[in-house]
């Protein structure tokens, strides 16, 4: 009877909202504008109307988040750009989410997607960035950067699969290059989550559904230990999917926490263990579908997957005397990944196909340190000081190889790294006036990268003369060599108000990301031989690459209840240069601009009732003209190319690809701390051009996901999650590039000689997806765990039949 109660009343929810199900493919919804109760500010930005008012006299803030004594649940920095955005650990899971990487997704206007398996770090999409892996969007929990720099399979691979998002203490979002403390990876924002550092009670939850989905979790906590307290956590997954080939992930989790004091007076000291293996389904082409040769959930090569580890060791200290606050944080990590994909099928290698193995072990060691000093008024204004340094190096083993069905025959490169950097920053705000305040402040950066090859003969890809001989393509000792580079970065942000509980800020900054220390030193390809058999020379790229941006906006409160933003940005990128693992060569992009409106609401009317929406609009183009691929598209229209068709997706342009126009979220969430409570969250990010002639666009993608659930008083804990329930069979993610299959036309003239070699090259043009799973649901069983008394209490059966809030 409580099933059937739970059902008719999720029924009900969604009956109301059917109507979204014809829009997820073709038009934005209208979102409803709201948000979750924020957590209560450290100090006030906003007051009556008309009348502005000092904060309260704190300590400096060498921390993101001030966590006031003696008040529950992280607080909210003052926030210097009306794009920054806090979010309680409490609010993150609040919305359902069916990888721990969505849970990001809280961010207002961030799309966390995946082409490949369940243990591959999520695609990240963000202010019109197609962020690949990471990119430009920088990643830290706990003080630790998780983007990877001069990694195997993608620059700035930031892997968020082993987040327990349970332990979320807060999320932190800056957007764009304006904060002294953001480094590499920056550029279109910054995020940083905290876990807690105690834990009040033990829990377990389970947690079993559609496709295979099984989860078990479970944190106790000891208290007076070593001086301090602790808590321990065990994650356990099992998720085979929807695909032909099932993903098979298999995934263990576990965190050690040792704490003292609070986060500015205090000391920590973690350990992380995960480790994930997995098949994966990869995104296909559409022509294959359409013809029927694959179903959607087919694979073209069932061997593709990877495994993956991560183990990490940080402590932090900190100590606030008077007006000074001391902050140090440490980290040791040692990460691994190998990583089987096949994209082009059968396009360079026609008899033995085009799978590739990419492999990266590694070990970093890193230091974050920052001083904040609060000066005694000058001149009758306040003014506090922040120096920090951030340190890390990275002694990396990573390569690229190919291979047939695992079975590896030739490598393209096979590296050892070492590549190590040091930022020094530094800003200081300064409140002129009661509604006047300003931030001013820079940083440098210096990287020095050393690159020595591990290619020998024997393993160096095997290639054919023009004379028909086989040769050995061994590139890999002239691919060497040291590469430095060094950026000042100013910043600026200005904040006016409040005036009637209206804040209006004004934001500028430069920042940077690095770029593949492989392609800062290379000179030869990898992978083909020039017309009179020798090296083909390649260009190498600069170690590092600005960017510069600029924001005003607005942050309002007038309304009770409601804390709404609204922000204008503009970035302009020197390159949107990288270097492309999946092939071991370099593309030095074009400089980019990208500008845009993001607006973001929160609103919760009464306690039991919340709702967010936000919605951003992007215009995102290259600037300048791509010769390289002016080039390659006159070669493609010649008379004995032409009739191919493969020039069309190849002309150039200033569409980026996937860059996405219009993202937008919609959230509501009902119930009180304990009885009945529920969730929806709706996602939309609109069609794009794949690329840069805009020849190929990806479809609207709409999804719907939905909650209901029950908490007993004593901590036990139903939960019923629906993902994607109205069943969009769009895509969960989309790409347009050249591809060839033995069902092709055009393979047979490859194979016998008949088509020119330059469409033999680039294969046919064509989308290739990975669809939106399908409609799933995912039943979850909490209660308390306490070792003293193993599992405590037993729930009220009779309280599931208690009223809903009024």
Same mark, same amino acid.
């Given at each position: 009877m409580a099933v059937h109660l739970a059902l008719v009343r999720l029924a009900s929810i969604l009956a109301a909202l059917s109507p979204l199900a014809a829009l997820a493919q073709t038009a934005l919804p209208t979102i409803q504008v709201g948000a979750h109760r924020a957590a209560p500010a450290a100090r006030s930005h906003v007051s009556a109307p008309g009348r502005p008012v000092h904060a309260s006299p704190q300590a400096p803030r060498v921390?993101?988040?001030?966590? /006031?004594?003696?008040?529950?649940? *992280?607080?909210?920095? *003052?926030?210097?750009? !009306? $794009? %920054?955005?806090?979010?309680?650990?409490?609010?993150?899971? =609040?919305l359902p989410f069916a990888r721990p990487g969505d849970a990001l997704?809280?961010?207002?206007?961030?799309?966390?997607? +995946?082409? !490949?398996? %369940?243990?591959?770090?999520?695609?990240?999409?963000?202010?019109?960035? #197609?962020?690949?892996?990471?990119?430009?969007?920088?990643?830290?929990?706990d003080g630790m950067p998780l983007n990877l720099r001069t990694h195997g399979h993608a620059q700035g691979y930031a892997d968020s699969n082993f987040l327990i998002p349970e332990l979320l203490s807060y999320v932190l979002a800056h957007k764009g290059p304006y904060d002294a403390q953001d480094g590499d990876f920056s550029s279109a924002g910054s995020i940083y989550m905290q876990y807690k550092d105690t834990i009040d009670k033990g829990f377990f939850q389970v947690t079993g559904g559609s496709f295979g989905y099984a989860r078990a979790l479970a944190v106790a906590p000891y208290r007076d230990f070593a001086g301090g307290s602790a808590y321990g956590a065990a994650e356990a997954q099992y998720y085979n999917g929807p695909w032909e080939r099932g993903d098979n992930m298999r995934r263990i989790n576990s965190v050690l926490r040792w704490s003292r004091g609070t986060q500015e007076d205090g000391a920590s000291v973690t350990f992380m263990g995960y480790a994930n293996k997995w098949y994966s389904t990869d995104q296909i082409p559409l022509r294959a579908v359409n013809s029927g040769l694959l179903s959607l959930w087919g694979t073209m090569?069932?061997?593709?997957?990877?495994?993956?580890?991560?183990?990490?060791?940080?402590?932090?200290?900190?100590?606030?005397?008077?007006?000074? /606050?001391?902050?140090?944080?440490?980290?040791?990590?040692? !990460?691994t990944l190998d990583l089987y994909s096949n994209y082009t099928y059968?396009?360079?290698?026609? #008899?033995?196909?085009?799978? &590739?193995? +990419?492999?990266?072990?590694?070990? &970093?060691?890193?230091?974050?340190? +920052?001083?904040?000093?609060?000066?005694?008024d000058v001149n009758g204004a306040p003014v506090e000081t922040r120096i920090g340094f951030q340190g890390r190096y990275d002694d990396i083993r990573l390569g690229l190889q190919e291979s047939v069905r695992r079975q590896l025959y030739d490598t393209l490169s096979n590296n050892a790294v070492g590549e190590g950097s040091i930022g020094l920053w530094t800003d200081t705000a300064v409140r002129w006036t009661p509604w006047l305040k300003t931030v001013a402040g820079a940083r440098f950066d210096y990287y020095n990268a050393a690159v020595s090859s591990r290619q020998t003969l024997l393993d160096a890809p095997k290639l054919v003369t023009s004379a028909g001989l086989p040769a050995f393509l061994l590139a890999g000792p002239f691919n060497q060599g040291v590469k430095n580079a060094a950026l000042f970065s100013p910043k600026v942000s200005i904040i006016v108000g409040p005036f009637y509980k209206t804040e209006f800020y004004a934001n500028y900054g430069e920042g940077f990301h690095s770029t593949d220390a492989r392609g800062a030193v290379l000179r030869f390809s990898t992978s083909e031989l020039a017309d009179n058999d020798g090296f083909v020379q390649a260009a190498s790229i600069p170690l590092l690459v600005k960017s510069r941006g600029a924001e005003i906006g607005a942050r309002a409160k007038f309304i009770e209840g409601l804390d709404s933003s609204i922000s204008l940005f503009w970035l302009?990128?020197?390159?949107? #240069?990288?270097?492309?693992?999946? !092939?071991?060569?370099?593309?030095?992009?074009?400089? $980019?601009?990208?500008?845009?409106?993001?607006? =973001?609401?929160?609103?919760?009317?009464?306690?039991?009732?919340?709702?967010?929406?936000?919605?951003?609009?992007?215009? /995102?183009?290259?600037?300048?003209?791509?010769?390289? +691929?002016?080039l390659a598209w006159l070669d493609l229209i010649t008379p004995d190319a032409a009739p191919y068709g493969t020039f069309l997706g190849n002309a150039p342009g200033n569409y980026l690809p996937n860059a996405i126009a219009v993202t937008a979220m919609g959230g509501l969430e009902?119930?009180?701390?304990?009885?009945?409570?529920?969730?929806?969250?709706?996602?939309?990010?609109?069609?794009?051009?794949?690329?840069?002639?805009?020849?190929?666009?990806?479809?609207?993608?709409?999804?719907? #996901? /939905?909650?209901?659930?029950?908490?007993?008083?004593?901590?036990?804990?139903?939960?019923?999650?629906?993902?994607? &329930?109205?069943?969009?069979? $769009?895509?969960?993610i989309t790409f347009a590039y050249g591809s060839l299959l033995p069902s092709d036309p055009l393979y047979a003239q490859c194979v016998a000689g008949v088509a020119p070699a330059q469409v033999c090259g680039v294969g046919v043009m064509d989308r290739h997806l990975k669809p939106l799973e399908p409609a799933a649901v995912r039943v979850t069983f909490a209660g308390p765990l306490n070792f003293d008394a193993s599992l405590v209490g037993a729930f009220d059966r009779a309280a599931l039949f208690s009223p809903l809030p009024n």
């Open positions: 921390s993101p988040v001030v966590a /006031a004594v003696g008040e529950p649940g *992280p607080k909210p920095p *003052p926030l210097t750009a !009306s $794009s %920054e955005k806090f979010f309680t650990g409490k609010e993150v899971n =609040a997704e809280i961010v207002p206007g961030l799309v966390v997607t +995946q082409h !490949s398996g %369940e243990g591959k770090a999520n695609q990240y999409f963000l202010r019109g960035f #197609n962020l690949d892996h990471g990119t430009d969007l920088a990643l830290y929990l090569d069932p061997s593709d997957g990877g495994a993956t580890s991560r183990f990490s060791l940080s402590s932090r200290w900190s100590q606030t005397e008077g007006n000074h /606050a001391t902050r140090v944080e440490g980290y040791v990590v040692r !990460s059968f396009l360079a290698h026609q #008899n033995l196909g085009d799978q &590739i193995r +990419q492999f990266d072990y590694r070990t &970093i060691v890193g230091v974050n340190a +920052q001083h904040a000093i609060k000066w005694a302009n990128l020197e390159s949107e #240069n990288q270097f492309v693992g999946d !092939s071991g060569t370099t593309i030095f992009g074009r400089p $980019s601009r990208r500008y845009g409106l993001e607006f =973001a609401n929160k609103y919760a009317p009464n306690s039991w009732i919340r709702f967010d929406g936000d919605v951003a609009l992007v215009q /995102a183009r290259y600037r300048g003209v791509d010769v390289a +691929q002016t009902l119930g009180e701390a304990t009885g009945w409570f529920g969730a929806l969250k709706y996602r939309y990010f609109g069609a794009r051009a794949l690329t840069e002639d805009g020849y190929f666009n990806s479809p609207a993608t709409g999804t719907l #996901n /939905a909650r209901l659930g029950y908490r007993w008083s004593d901590g036990w804990r139903l939960q019923v999650d629906a993902f994607n &329930i109205f069943n969009s069979r $769009s895509d969960q």
